[in-house]
């Protein structure tokens, strides 16, 4: 026998130590290791790490197999891999239904088991009885199976078990949105069983859905059927959630070392280097310790003040846990791989000496890597003082295989038998590099000759639908239910794709199928779907955000291609619309937006663009594999004739009749206009003073009963009352007032009477409006009988009138009213029974039942043809319609961690926490507006843009948790009526009849803190303009950064009015903190008591639950902020706050005492203010520094201020800066160094604001 090399010697040492330590723990039968030698139990997350040091060991053999015996070994750890991967799939594959039902419910009981009996492969613990549901687990399992496979192992048999796979990749794709246990199976911290969301698992979802894409299962031996297919866009989702949470783990832990295995070996699931690099920081900086690091920071785990005799711990025992957490060396293994993988030789020898010294060496000398070391139980108190400086004792199993195995795999990269690229074989470490540019294709094509001749006029060339052929385009729709067949499989009962989304990625590829080409049109450009699709300049602007979000997401092989349908429904007049042309003719210049693009035709792309081949539509079940699915064949067949045709509208209008009188024509004048509920006319949004606090209540409070009775009575804000039952209302106004008044911080000099006086005062106020109103009601409609309303609506050629008739008749008479052959005959005493008559009537006059909701639809596509957007949202809100992407556009904002509110504050505002389905959405939506139609659609078209405009442009969203979409539409039309210098009523008419990407470009203003102006165009339709003007910076920042030398500009430009209150309004309505602010608050509310803010008091026990950069505790905060109704108060309480946060950060004083009242703070800055106002004969002295005389005594009791500001706060200081010797923070300072006792009053004081 030859002399084996050294490194021959070398590796049979490793062997041996695989051999000894992780293989002899393999089950014999199953494949799978037990936790340990008392635990049979086999988790899938442990088990694939296990496996991972034979896997590589079994590469470094196959290099240097100069031996037969070295194949044999080769070979045989080979297939121990295989044994382990299989076992692990026939334990899953016993759970086939729970994979096809957790597709449906998402649910954690439905989830696959996270652990199996290591002897039979059975489960071994109930459904409820565990954390099972663990994206991570799976993914990691399906990571691997990809790696490997690629590698060359020969792991998955048949058919069956590729479909299995499928499944599984479904079941992974939603990691984004599914709260789920985590990598520590805990949830949250404080291990009640509550799952949320989780970067390491989403990390880990995202780096198994790009390594499963388009993977052959049967290796190099396959063929299209074994093939693996993942929708790109998913990934993408993942990815996108991934990025907006890192460096955070879960809102209950702001940080986690499982993260190392997301940004590197083995997931290498983030593409941005920096990102990488501040995530590996603050783990370091905070989780590092001298035997390895903390799972997360106040991790109870295996500490010794935990009590291992219950399961959770009590929220305010996780404070005891700080400091003492037990440090696990497995991180050690991942640091060494991760900087191996990176090749920074330095730092591998570095943690490599690290891990030395804290492991543990066997009977034979074997070096162990221990699971944790926890302070032991007397040196607890020391480790208190001074962290990090005892002693440490192992606890947990030694050696601890997971971590032993990335121990060995280290080793085997260190001493040169690997290579990083063998471990990684799909090359996901290069993911972080820098591409080159991407190429968008852009492909126009015209429905028919008429529109190609069109565009020919305008020099721009393209091909019709009848031209591209062979190439077939397709709505995305027809893509989507394609994809449902994905995955079938009869003998498994496992169902195919469920989601029914396709994405941007997936529709910019070509598909192949047998000998045909498809090409689909993007998901956004599908007309059926919603009204914002009928309007060109929003689509326009659209295409321009999907082509720039290809430019940063596509990483595909070959470049993305968008196809556009030129359509007869897109002319303007029978002209092509400018904003088209123009969009086309950048596009042929080869730039949008600084995006590359290349006009041109199907054909001239074929050969650059990404194709996939949808092999998955043959009949392989039924031993077909080369012909369609006969399903699949008759929908395609069916489609081909009509995929393209339009639809026909309704005709309103009956035969020409004789005209009515005119008083007839205005009775029903204003209906839709008496359902409106947006606020604006009182000066403060927050409702405050008498009349605009009750006009709010009004449609804010619940419906009484005597309003749901009578649907038809409308509870709006500009006609100010219910149309029924007057008695009841001013008594109820006057309970609602005294109610909310007890909230406010009442001041000394009211009296109570003072309290009982305004509410009589609003009593008196009420009265008469009340009558008015009911009275004009009455009159309304009394004589109007049904007849002659539906012939008038057959008259009239006004589609705004048509819409007031309708509202009328759906109040009166319902959705479902049949109005077929009304208004033709003569009124007679059949008008009893309208109904049924006229439901027979109509039967012989066209054969059909015409029902309100029918003449509805037809004026709501009349609308959209006309664009009077005001009456196309009212339409859509009384059909119920709903925006197809809601559901989605919801969760896009969650999953960022972005709360979203709907409805009006303070009384209706509802908060939506987790993703609902589309049709819970739309009731909760509903329910919040009452009636107001317009409104409640407006809301979910908002949602839409505020999804896109977070996909896009993330950094408008920062320093925000909720947002209040109720408050920014009061705020849109605020804006409105300062910029049109209108007043309220005409401001939210304006808002409501914006066009779709006005209303975008509205909110793009509003988010972004840009000036803006409004020039009217032809139609009356308005265009929102940007000023640019350099005097407003984009966010606010206050008591932060720098002040710009802004006292010096304060007094010279009259124009500037208006400007701060205007910018505490945005930021107060949008929710905008400083940075880092609820950290800040944490410090201060360690120092005191209690904040008590609006009635609400933040316990200082909240610091022993929580962690200062824990998003429950910003959460906590916020929801004490969102008690305050008024934007601009609120923003006063946070610049307050903010103050409180550099008393404690300069450690002026020890402790602040008490529970701080944060108003009072706010109202003794105030008083400030108007004593200063009164030295120096200020702008103030005209309202609130008045000298007090009897009558403005009465008004002030009253709750008027002269000048209209909110919350008794002079409209004067909140328009002043914050900075300089009259700026908000001089006061707030001067406030606090007043009121609270801890400030020393005396003596000298070092004092800068920064």
């Not at 009636?931 to 979910?940: P, V």
């Amino acid at each position: 026998m030859r002399s084996r090399s050294n490194s021959g010697v070398r590796l049979d040492y490793y062997q041996r130590i695989v051999h000894r330590l992780i293989l002899a723990h393999q089950e014999p039968v199953t494949g799978l290791f037990p936790a340990s030698n008392v635990n049979s139990h086999a988790w899938i997350r442990d088990n694939v790490y296990c496996i991972l040091a034979v896997w590589g060991l079994s590469m470094a053999y196959k290099k240097i197999a100069d031996q037969d015996e070295d194949r044999a070994k080769c070979y045989e750890l080979e297939q121990s891999c295989v044994k382990l991967m299989r076992g692990l799939l026939m334990a899953m594959m016993n759970q086939k239904d729970k994979v096809e039902k957790f597709k449906m419910t998402q649910s954690p009981y439905d989830s696959l088991h996270a652990k199996y009996s290591s002897k039979n492969g059975l489960p071994v613990v109930g459904d409820n009885e565990w954390g099972h549901l663990q994206i991570d687990a799976v993914s990691l399992y399906l990571l691997i199976l990809a790696q490997m496979t690629a590698s060359g192992l020969q792991i998955v048999f048949s058919l069956d078990e590729v479909s299995f796979i499928q499944n599984l990749v479904f079941y992974i794709e939603s990691a984004y949105s599914i709260p789920d246990y985590g990598i520590w199976e805990r949830g949250d911290k404080t291990n009640h069983g509550e799952p949320e969301l989780n970067a390491s698992s989403i990390g880990m979802a995202k780096a198994a859905l790009e390594a499963m894409n388009e993977l052959d299962l049967f290796g190099a031996r396959g063929g299209p059927a074994s093939v693996i297919h993942v929708l790109a866009d998913e990934a993408h989702k993942c990815q996108a959630v991934l990025q907006s949470m890192l460096p955070r783990e879960s809102n209950s832990k702001e940080l986690d070392s499982g993260l190392l295995c997301v940004i590197g070996f083995p997931a290498f699931a983030v593409d941005d280097a920096q990102l990488i690099h501040n995530t590996k920081d603050a783990i370091l900086s905070r989780l590092q310790g001298k035997y390895g690091c903390k799972r997360f920071l106040r991790d109870g785990y295996r500490t010794p003040k935990e009590d291992p005799s219950r399961l959770y711990y009590e929220r305010w025992e996780l404070r005891m846990f700080e400091n003492i957490e037990c440090e696990w060396p497995l991180f050690y293994c991942y640091l060494i791989l991760f900087h191996a993988f990176q090749s920074d030789k330095r730092a591998v020898e570095e943690y490599a000496g690290r891990l030395e010294k804290i492991m543990v060496r066997s009977e034979d000398g074997i070096l162990l890597v221990p699971e944790s070391y926890a302070v032991p139980q007397d040196l607890v108190g020391f480790e208190y003082q001074k962290p990090g400086s005892q002693a440490r004792e192992v606890v947990g199993r030694c050696p601890f295989l997971w971590g032993q195995s990335l121990f060995i795999l280290g080793r085997l990269l260190q001493e040169g038998f690997l290579a990083v690229g063998e471990l990684d074989p799909l090359n996901r470490r290069l993911g972080a590099q820098k591409k080159p540019d991407v190429v968008v294709q852009v492909v126009i094509i015209a429905e028919d000759n008429e529109i190609r001749d069109k565009l020919a006029e305008h020099d721009l060339h393209v091909q019709t639908i009848a031209e591209v052929a062979p190439i077939e385009v397709q709505p995305a729709r027809v893509l989507s239910h394609l994809y449902t067949y994905l995955g079938r499989n009869r003998k498994l009962g496992l169902s195919g794709r469920k989601s029914r989304d396709v994405g941007i990625l997936s529709t910019s590829k070509l598909y192949s199928l047998k000998d045909r080409i498809f090409a689909f049109t993007p998901q956004f450009a599908d007309l059926s779907r919603f009204y914002i699709a009928s309007d060109n300049e929003l689509m326009i602007d659209i295409l321009k955000g999907e082509i720039n979000f290809l430019k940063s997401a596509w990483d595909l092989l070959g470049r993305p291609l968008v196809t556009l349908v030129l359509k007869r429904i897109h002319l303007d007049q029978d002209k092509i619309p400018l904003a088209m042309i123009q969009t086309m003719r950048k596009l042929k210049s080869g730039y949008i937006n600084g995006t590359r693009v290349m006009l041109g035709s199907l054909k001239d792309f074929l050969n650059t663009s990404a194709i996939t081949d949808l092999s998955f539509l043959g009949s392989t079940e039924d031993g077909y594999p080369d012909r369609l699915h006969p399903d699949v064949q008759t929908y395609l067949d069916e489609h081909l004739l009509r995929s393209f045709s339009n639809r026909s509208t309704m005709n309103l209008r009956g035969g020409q009749l004789r005209p009515r009188t005119l008083r007839r024509r205005m009775s029903c004048k204003g209906a839709i206009k008496k359902t409106r509920s947006i606020n604006v006319d009182s000066d403060n949004l927050g409702m405050e003073g008498p009349s605009p606090l009750t006009e709010r209540r009004l449609s804010s409070i619940v419906p009484p009963p005597w309003l749901q009775a009578n649907k038809q009575s409308h509870v709006s804000v500009f006609a100010t009352t219910p149309e029924e039952g007057p008695a009841s209302s001013p008594l109820q106004l006057g309970n609602e007032l005294s109610v909310r008044e007890n909230i406010y911080p009442v001041d000394p000099h009211h009296s109570r009477s003072a309290i009982d006086r305004r509410s009589e005062f609003v009593r008196q106020q009420e009265m008469p409006k009340i009558l008015i109103q009911r009275h004009r009601a009455e009159t309304n409609f009394a004589d109007t009988e049904v007849e002659e309303l539906i012939a008038m609506l057959r008259e009239t050629e006004n589609l705004e009138e048509q819409g007031d008739i309708l509202q009328y008749l759906v109040d009166t008479q319902g959705l479902d009213f049949n109005t077929a052959g009304l208004g033709f005959k003569n009124k007679s005493d059949d008008n009893a029974t309208p109904n049924a008559n006229g439901a027979a009537a109509g039967m012989l006059e066209e054969g059909r039942v015409v029902t309100v909701r029918d003449l509805l639809k037809g004026l709501y596509e009349k609308a959209c043809q006309q664009k009077l957007w005001g009456l196309v949202r009212h339409t859509a809100g009384m059909l119920g319609k709903r925006v197809e992407d809601l559901a989605k556009a919801v969760t896009d904002l969650l999953v960022r961690q972005k709360q979203v509110t709907v409805g009006m504050p303070p009384n209706n505002e509802h908060t939506i926490t987790a993703p609902l389905p589309e049709v819970e959405l739309r009731q909760l939506i509903h329910d919040a507006y009452g009636d107001d139609e317009s409104t409640a659609m407006l809301t979910q078209e908002l949602m839409v843009y505020l999804a896109m405009f977070i996909r896009t442009e993330p950094q408008l969203f920062h320093e925000m948790l909720r947002l209040r979409v109720g408050l920014i539409i009061q705020v849109m039309a605020k804006e409105l009526s300062r910029t049109l210098n209108c007043d309220g009523e005409a401001a939210s008419e304006h808002l409501l009849n914006l066009s779709p990407f006005e209303m975008k470009n509205l909110l793009y203003h509003i988010l972004s803190g840009k000036e803006f102006a409004v020039s009217s165009v032809a139609r009356g339709n308005l265009s929102i303009v940007s000023c640019k003007s350099s005097r407003v910076s984009k966010k606010s920042q206050i008591g932060l950064g720098d002040p710009e030398g802004e006292d010096a500009l304060i007094a010279t430009i009259d124009d500037r009015q208006g400007q701060w209150l205007r910018r505490r309004r945005l930021d107060g309505a949008l929710n905008r903190v400083p940075r880092d602010f609820y950290s800040r608050v944490w410090t201060v509310l360690e120092k005191c008591q209690g904040l008590a803010i609006e009635g609400r008091v933040l316990q200082q026990s909240l610091t022993q639950e929580m962690t200062p950069g824990e998003l429950k505790f910003a959460l906590e905060v916020e929801t004490a902020l969102n008690q305050i109704p008024q934007p601009e108060y609120r923003q006063l309480v946070v610049e307050a706050l903010m103050v409180l946060t550099l008393v404690t950060e300069h450690n002026m004083v020890p402790t602040l005492g008490g529970i701080i009242y944060v108003e009072h703070l706010v109202h003794k800055a105030n008083q400030l203010f108007l004593e200063d106002q009164r030295k120096v004969q200020g702008d103030a002295t005209l309202c609130c520094a008045k000298i007090k005389d009897g009558k403005e005594q009465q008004q002030a009791a009253s709750g008027m201020l002269l000048c209209g500001g909110a919350a008794y706060i002079c409209q004067h200081l909140y328009d002043s800066a914050p900075s300089g010797s009259y700026g908000t923070m001089t006061y707030m300072s001067r406030a606090v160094a007043l009121v609270l006792d801890c400030v020393p009053k005396h003596g000298e004081m070092e004092c800068a604001i920064s």
